[in-house]
């Protein structure tokens, strides 16, 4: 990141946050220049507007992309150009901070003073860095599948077609093999069954199993399946150094938020 970049940063999330408070951005950038009471022309970073319905507000910001801690001198700077300008504040934002002369003399005058920065360790004490997501899929699986045959008239051995072969029952209702299996893995999820089972379906007296062209292929006394839930486990692992961007703490006000790399901003503050 570059000064540019990160004065068009600084833009963005006071433009998104002040979206909730009907704050406005006025003017922003190297060319926007204010001209003070002095005559003076000042050169602003980012000036925002809020009006409460009768009065109009104006804050100037002032970016600092710089690699030291921004000292009195510069807020002493931006506290006269506010006077100048007749702003209701102003407020300064570094990148590694502020010496105490420059906190204290700032909290003083009507200047605030922000820290936007990529995170460094300390930032994450008392905050979970790191979330490992444990995921557990469970599918049901046949395992095997039997006609418990008394007389056999044509031969179905090998895989049988579920979508063939039907059950003519006693009331003259017909059941498909895939009915009976449907249920059997319904059975296997709702009850949560991971180790292997074996359920017998017995029909008395004998019924005939048909096919579809209505031909008889053999009387049986029953059906058995056999089956299990298959788990499978998967861990995602979350880290927020992956996905926190830049934080922003207001050192006045105790706000803190994080700056996503997709441009999403969330309140983190304790």
């Not at 029909?203 to 096919?211: C, G, T, V």
């Not at 031909?215 to 298959?230: F, R, Y």
């Not at 703490?249 to 503050?269: A, C, H, L, M, Q």
Request: aromatic content about 10%.
């Amino acid at each position: 990141m570059d000064w540019k970049t990160y004065e068009e940063v600084t833009k963005y999330i006071y433009e998104t946050l002040g979206k909730q408070v009907a704050v406005k951005i006025v003017g922003h950038g190297q060319n926007f220049i204010v001209k003070g009471k002095s005559d003076v022309a000042h050169q602003i970073d980012v000036l925002t507007s809020h009006s409460d319905g009768i009065h109009e507000y104006l804050t100037d910001i002032e970016c600092k992309f710089w690699n030291h801690k921004i000292d009195k001198d510069i807020v002493m700077k931006v506290d006269s150009i506010v006077n100048d300008c007749n702003f209701n504040k102003g407020v300064i934002v570094s990148k590694l901070g502020f010496t105490p002369d420059a906190i204290k003399y700032a909290n003083s005058v009507n200047v605030g003073l922000v820290i936007l920065r990529e995170p460094i360790e300390e930032d994450w004490e008392g905050r979970t860095k790191t979330i490992v997501l444990t995921i557990h899929s469970y599918a049901p699986h046949i395992t095997h599948y039997e006609n418990m045959v008394i007389e056999l008239y044509k031969d179905i051995s090998g895989p049988v077609q579920t979508d063939r072969y039907f059950y003519l029952l006693n009331d003259g209702s017909k059941r498909t093999i895939k009915d009976y299996l449907d249920n059997f893995q319904t059975k296997l999820q709702n009850e949560n069954i991971t180790e292997e089972i074996t359920e017998e379906i017995k029909f008395d007296p004998p019924i005939f199993l048909q096919d579809f062209n209505g031909d008889n292929i053999s009387k049986n006394i029953g059906i058995k399946i056999s089956g299990k839930l298959d788990v499978t486990t998967t861990e995602n692992i979350v880290d927020a150094e992956d996905t926190i961007w830049l934080m922003m703490k207001s050192i006045f006000e105790n706000k803190t938020y994080v700056i996503s790399k997709d441009g999403e901003i969330r309140d983190v503050s304790d």
